[in-house]
Every structure is written in structure tokens, then in C-alpha cells.
């Protein structure tokens, strides 16, 4: 009988250890919707701070950062920019002033951390990325 037990021990342990990994690989399972979407940090250099009204975000190493998707949320010198929800690791910002005109645009990298623990992101949203631009 302890030998029957310690095979029904064993294989319990194993079939939670199948689920388990399964889990990781299935964006349904293991990858909590926490609410939000991707978003961009970008801290905009002092020089600029003040005459920057709006800044862009594409995600994609040839993407084009569009005015019309800009936002004007800023604390500080950090401007959080919402994205699609995406883990690519190339973008491009850019700066606009208060008439709409373009005062910087350049690619970035993009390192993505999960929301609620600080990680490297293992799932599609709920991540961030900061970009410093000096």
C-alpha cells in the first residue's frame, strides 16, 4: 500500500507540473488580464520639457510616430504613452509643440517590464517600456 501511495503521490505531483508549464504557454492561462494596455514611458530631456505639447509612440523598427495619436499626459518630464499591445523591441518617438510641429523624432529601444511585478514582460499587455531621451 505505501508503495501504491507514492505512485499516486507521484503522479499527482507530475500532472500539476504538466498543467503548470502548459499554462505558461497558453496566453489564456498564464498571462493575467490586469486591465491595462501597453504603454510607453518617455522622459523627455530638460532642454525640451517646456516646449514639448505632445509626444508620439509607433511600436516597429520602420513605424511613424502620427500627431494624431499623441498624447498630452505628462508628470513631470515622463509623458506615458498608450501603445497597441505588442512586445517588439524597436519604436520610434516623437515631440511635438503646442502648433503641432515635429521637434524630434528618432528610433528607440524598447525593454518591456511587467506592470505588477517589475519583470521582463512574459505576456502581450500590461507591460511598460521607459525611453530616455537625451
Known amino acids: ?7 499516486l503521490v507521484t503522479a499527482t505531483i507530475g500532472i500539476g507540473l504538466v498543467l503548470a508549464l502548459a499554462g505558461c504557454s497558453s496566453p ?19 532642454h525640451l520639457a517646456t516646449a514639448v505639447e505632445s509626444v508620439a509612440v509607433c511600436v516597429g523598427a520602420d513605424c511613424t510616430p502620427e500627431r494624431e495619436s499623441a498624447t498630452s499626459e505628462v508628470d513631470g518630464t515622463t509623458w506615458t504613452v498608450p501603445v497597441e499591445q505588442t512586445q517588439d523591441e524597436r519604436g520610434r518617438v516623437a515631440l511635438f509643440d ?7 523624432e528618432r528610433g528607440v ?8 511585478f517589475g519583470a521582463p514582460l512574459q505576456c502581450r499587455g500590461s507591460g511598460v517600456a521607459e525611453v530616455r531621451l537625451d
Do not use: I
Open 1 to 7: 500500500m505505501g508503495n501504491r501511495r507514492g505512485t
Open 28 to 46: 489564456g492561462s498564464a498571462c493575467a488580464d490586469y486591465g491595462q494596455g501597453n504603454t510607453v514611458d518617455v522622459v523627455v530631456p530638460d
Open 98 to 104: 503646442a502648433h503641432g510641429a515635429q521637434l524630434d
Open 109 to 116: 529601444d524598447l525593454a518591456w517590464t511587467d506592470y505588477g
